[in-house]
């Protein structure tokens, strides 16, 4: 269910049709009732819609993240119903409560027609209300009645009823591809710590490469069911990797169930062509790749291949391996060659290679029928042919003219070039959560994250302003600044500001935190503010900034005090501090007095960085904690 009642939009125009028959999944039996709304990525509200610049009031007065809200587009009209047409704005997400209680599709359908026309008379009645001395949500009553229905259904779930799995369906109406964020996660409510025992239901997160035209992508519930069966509240969203203008057409977004899951590929149809445009080309490797058996003795790379990669790679076509080799050795010819670097999952071993190439796309979440594989060997072409559903196979001679292949263009973007490097990191971050299971201790260990902290700099002025108006779940002092009051404590020389960035194996987060300081008599050190992005909450980056101040000011040991005020929204900042085993005053104060050592987290690095200075040197602008 969409929140098209929000949707004002009057002369923008006809809605998009789809340029190509579009078969749409069908033989939906039941599906969960999703109420999808406009959201921002960084939201606070309701106090930022006074402190936030980007506030753009709807017709409820909830904020505007969409550039128009959420369209009825009935071009698009699957089993799943009417669908939504969306033109994100700057920070804007699609966000629903996560539930999996299933109804009849068609009670969901009725619901979806019935529901948007009440919503207005809903509404009318809150503003009436608020009119008369109502509190402020009384003018977004069907959001709040909405929401309050999406709690609920969260709460009866049968324990013993299981869905098949997430359905998506999307259309691309641009010409490019799109990079799209699925996320499923407990909801920052109800991970208010980390666990004495470490273990948490660890977030799910999907990219989600949508090319032009009709997308599909099926989850299968066994990857969500340690968050959706672990009784928390948690969030499902879709967050586009462009900040703002992305324009799509959601036409479903469900838990289901169906008559038949294996009818249910992820597909991708590129507009104007009748089959799928490829995007993982697989390899043999003995006599394909390269000239000679491996296991026999020396080979030689043909020449062609180096290029070959780096075009592909370029255009966004992912490339891999499946060979039957000793997978100890053909990996370490691939390095010796420069090939190795190119590849996503290389599968090297004595299985059958229809069965590998399967769990290969399994693994990159991508329909067979997108993968061309290349082999030397007709008893092998013949067997992936036969046990691989539409997948296109080529003899090795196919290699000199396969930049040319229609199937193989690809993109040219920079979006494309960085394809491979994304989901590498994806092969990381997975093969590490499986590893570690529900140790989360362990598996922030693994991460290699690495804290950055350096004196503010006034380049960094618009991301900090971001911060202290708009951080919610770990604001300690509970302050909303205004922009006046964000450049005064800026300008105040009687504080030490700094700014806090994080990085990981997987990528770089950016600048998360910022924190006014104030050394002071006797072995003090006081934090006036703290801001941290909820980005970082759950790896303690909170207790390692607590530790470098006090070997930075107080030589190991101080008494560390923490302006914390608490409001409704800010109990993760109260946790975190009882975690680390702050005194909880009745005032405005938390203290804790340290010791040596007491502050240390051993699973990350922490690097602090002084403003660089005309003439300084790189070791004068940075040293290692």
């Not at 799910?204 to 992508?217: D, E, F, H, S, T």
């Not at 072995?523 to 909820?534: A, N, Y």
């Not at 403003?611 to 790189?618: L, Q, Y």
């Amino acid at each position: 269910m969409f929140e098209f009642d929000q949707y004002r939009g009057k002369g923008a125009g006809a809605p998009l049709r789809p340029s190509e028959s579009i078969a749409f999944v069908s033989g939906i039996r039941k599906r969960s009732l999703l109420i999808w709304g406009e959201h921002c990525i960084e939201c606070a509200a309701p106090e930022c819609y006074q402190t936030c610049d980007l506030y753009r009031a709807r017709p409820d007065q909830r904020c505007r993240r969409f550039e128009l809200g959420m369209r009825r587009n009935r071009h698009f009209r699957a089993q799943t119903g009417p669908a939504a047409e969306i033109v994100f704005g700057q920070w804007g997400k699609l966000e629903a409560r996560g539930n999996t209680l299933l109804w009849r599709n068609g009670l969901v359908s009725l619901l979806d027609r019935v529901v948007p026309r009440v919503q207005p008379l809903v509404n009318a009645f809150g503003r009436l209300v608020r009119r008369f001395g109502g509190s402020p949500p009384w003018t977004s009553l069907a959001f709040e009645l909405l929401d309050y229905l999406g709690k609920r259904m969260h709460k009866a779930l049968p324990q013993e009823q299981k869905p098949d799995g997430f359905l998506i369906e999307i259309y691309n109406p641009q010409t490019r591809d799109c990079k799209m964020k699925f996320a499923c996660a407990v909801a920052r409510s109800a991970m208010l710590s980390v666990p004495a025992n470490g273990k948490l239901a660890l977030p799910y997160w999907k990219q989600l490469v949508l090319a032009p035209g009709y997308n599909r992508y099926f989850i299968p519930h066994i990857e969500l069911s340690a968050i959706t069966d672990s009784r928390l509240p948690y969030n499902i969203s879709f967050t586009p990797e462009a900040e703002s203008g992305t324009r799509l057409v959601f036409i479903s977004a469900d838990f289901i169930t169906a008559d038949s899951v294996a009818t249910i590929n992820p597909v991708s149809v590129a507009t104007g062509d009748t089959r799928p445009a490829a995007k993982c080309v697989v390899f043999d490797l003995d006599n394909t790749l390269w000239d000679g058996v491996l296991l026999e003795g020396e080979v030689t790379l043909k020449s062609t291949v180096p290029a070959l990669f780096k075009a592909l790679d370029q255009r966004g076509i992912l490339i891999t391996v499946a060979s039957k080799n000793n997978r100890p050795e053909a990996l370490q010819q691939l390095e010796q060659f420069g090939l190795a670097d190119y590849l996503v999952y290389p599968v090297i071993n004595w299985n059958q290679k229809s069965e590998n190439i399967k769990w290969l796309a399994e693994k990159i979440s991508i329909g067979t029928d997108t993968l061309v594989f290349i082999d030397d060997t007709p008893f092998e072409r013949e067997e992936v042919a036969a046990a691989v559903n539409g997948i296109e196979v080529l003899p090795e001679t196919a290699i000199e003219t396969l930049l040319e292949h229609p199937r193989l263009q690809g993109s040219t973007t920079a979006e494309a070039g960085n394809r491979r490097l994304m989901y590498q990191q994806q092969v990381q971050r997975s093969e590490d959560a499986v590893r570690f299971g529900d140790d989360y201790l362990a598996f922030l260990r693994a991460c290699q994250i690495v804290v950055t902290i350096s004196p503010y700099a006034s380049e960094q002025h618009t991301r900090v302003t971001e911060l202290l108006q708009r951080t919610n779940q770990l604001n300690f002092s509970g302050t909303r600044y205004t922009r006046e009051a964000v450049d005064e404590a800026l300008q105040n020389t009687a504080t030490d500001k700094h700014v806090i960035h994080c990085k990981d194996k997987y990528g770089d987060y950016g600048l998360v935190g910022f924190s006014i300081t104030r050394r002071e008599q006797h072995g003090r050190i006081t934090v006036e503010d703290f801001m941290l992005s909820c980005r970082v909450q759950g790896k303690l980056i909170e207790k390692a900034f607590f530790s470098y101040l006090i070997d930075e000011y107080g030589g190991g040991a101080a008494t560390l005090a923490v302006n914390f005020v608490a409001t409704d929204r800010n109990g993760l900042a109260r946790s975190v501090l009882q975690e680390i085993g702050f005194s909880m005053s009745a005032g405005s104060m938390a203290t804790l007095a340290v010791q040596p050592g007491q502050l240390d987290v051993d699973f990350l690095t922490l690097q602090s960085a002084v403003v660089p200075v005309a003439g300084s040197t790189a070791a004068d602008q940075a040293h290692i904690s």
